[in-house]
């Protein structure tokens, strides 16, 4: 399991599949929407989704994710990333904390 070969299991609050989530993946938000549910979230702007697809950042949109962080690093390119509703493009994975300090911590 991919999971397992990257460690996922003790670093994740919640791990949600499309299987989790009425079985409908990205873009539709039901993934996104089916964490906050289970993680308690107040309110969906509080969230931020970080993908390397435009399904990804469509979905996250639609969830109402006010943080929708783009990595540059996967198969699609800066403007096909930014069409699709990112509002931040990362480098890779590492520059997220940073990117949530300063949106939630710092703000």
Same mark, same amino acid.
């Given at each position: ?12 609050? %919640? ?19 089916? $964490?906050?549910? /289970? ?5 969906? /702007? ?14 996250? /949109?639609? $969830? ?21 509703? $990112?509002?931040? %493009?990362?480098?890779? %994975? ?5 990117? %949530? ?7």
């Amino acid at each position: 399991h991919d999971l397992d070969a990257l460690d996922w299991w003790r670093r994740a609050d %919640l791990i949600v599949t499309p299987e989790d989530a009425s079985g409908r993946g990205r873009p539709r938000p039901d993934m996104i929407l089916t $964490a906050a549910l /289970r993680l308690g979230v107040d309110d969906v /702007r509080d969230m931020a989704v970080c993908d390397d697809t435009p399904a990804g950042i469509t979905s996250g /949109r639609a $969830a109402g994710a006010s943080i929708r962080a783009a990595l540059t690093t996967g198969p699609h390119d800066a403007p096909t990333l930014t069409a699709a509703g $990112a509002t931040h %493009l990362l480098p890779g %994975l590492a520059a997220l904390p940073a990117l %949530l300090r300063t949106a939630y911590v710092d703000a």
